[in-house]
């Protein structure tokens, strides 16, 4: 069935310096690709997502990427602060039913 | 600011029993999702309802059953439930406007401790 997978599992970067984490998904249907951010005791919270017209779009220190082609999305987060430190999940649409199939998740540390 | 609220923030049961998890949002939305969180497992969808009465299976939808009686209410129901529903169990709401999938807006999640 369909599947996204997102790497790394664990990702930790010193304060000031850039993260990427990298997602592939596998449904050729899906046009929607969200970012979730999810602190500590809070459910996830979208902070940026692209859609299947666009391949690439940012907002301050965070950009998300796409290669449909390649059915490769990423997101890129500049200048990394301790409050960027939580759990982050990609997403793709699945077909067009209001459905998302999600990835694993990333937990950020933002080491000071 | 949407909000979506759940019922328990922490919960034990016993094995057998049965579970309620009430999900309620306040922004109109269409479409009601619960979600259970296992570490490495991301989200995985377990229901899914886009109008009152009207729900969809997702992924994992064995041992679970839903009910919306009410546009801003779905519940989560754990007929029997065992200790291989020990998890966290995550609501979301999204709108139905245009074509195309919408954010979805969660709630703080249920830790549910089945002994």
């Known amino acids: 069935g369909e599947n996204v997978e997102q790497h790394p599992s664990t990702l930790s970067v010193q304060e000031g310096d850039s993260a990427v984490i990298k997602c592939t998904y596998s449904d050729s249907a899906s046009n929607y690709f969200p970012w979730y951010k999810q602190e500590l005791g809070k459910g996830p919270q979208l902070i940026i997502d692209i859609r299947s017209n666009v391949g690439e779009k940012k907002d301050q220190r965070i950009a998300v990427t796409l290669n449909k082609t390649a059915k490769h999305f990423s997101l890129h987060i500049t200048e990394t602060q301790p409050e960027d430190s939580a759990v982050y999940f990609c997403?793709?649409?699945?077909?067009?039913?209001?459905?998302?199939?999600w990835g694993a998740g990333t937990k950020l540390i933002i080491k000071p | 600011d949407v909000k979506v609220t759940q019922s328990s923030r922490y919960l034990v049961k016993r094995t057998g029993e049965k579970v309620f998890l009430e999900c309620v949002q306040d922004m109109d939305h269409e479409n009601m999702f619960w979600y259970r969180q296992d570490p490495g497992l991301g989200l995985r969808l377990i229901y899914f309802s886009y109008d009152v009465k009207m729900k969809e299976k997702g992924d994992i939808p064995e041992g679970y059953s839903v009910s919306r009686e009410k546009k801003e209410r779905f519940s989560l129901i754990l007929e029997s439930a065992s200790t291989n529903q020990t998890s966290m169990y995550l609501c979301a709401s999204s709108s139905r406007q245009g074509s195309g999938t919408d954010t979805q807006y969660f709630g703080p999640g249920t830790r549910l401790t089945v002994l």
């Open positions: 997403a793709a649409s699945k077909g067009s039913n209001y459905q998302l199939i």
